[in-house]
């Protein structure tokens, strides 16, 4: 391995592709998510769909 394939493997390995650089915390993505679920819920009952 020459050192320019080395430095472009190791560019290459800290790219980043503009995401969330470390997730927060995972209990309250589950409380929004099923929140979500519950409103929708809602209003599928209030369209008498179910």
């Given amino acids: 391995m020459t050192a320019q ?3 472009t493997a190791t560019a290459a390995a ?3 592709t503009g995401g969330p ?3 927060g915390p995972k209990i ?3 409380v929004v998510g099923w929140a979500l679920v519950v409103v ?3 209003f599928v009952v209030q369209l ?3």
Wanted: charge should be neutral; charged fraction near 35%; avoid cysteine.
């Fill in 40 to 42: 929708l819920a809602m």
């Fill in 28 to 30: 309250l993505e589950h």
């Fill in 48 to 50: 008498g769909l179910l």
């Fill in 21 to 23: 650089r470390e997730d």
């Fill in 5 to 7: 394939s080395a430095a």
């Fill in 14 to 16: 800290r790219a980043r």
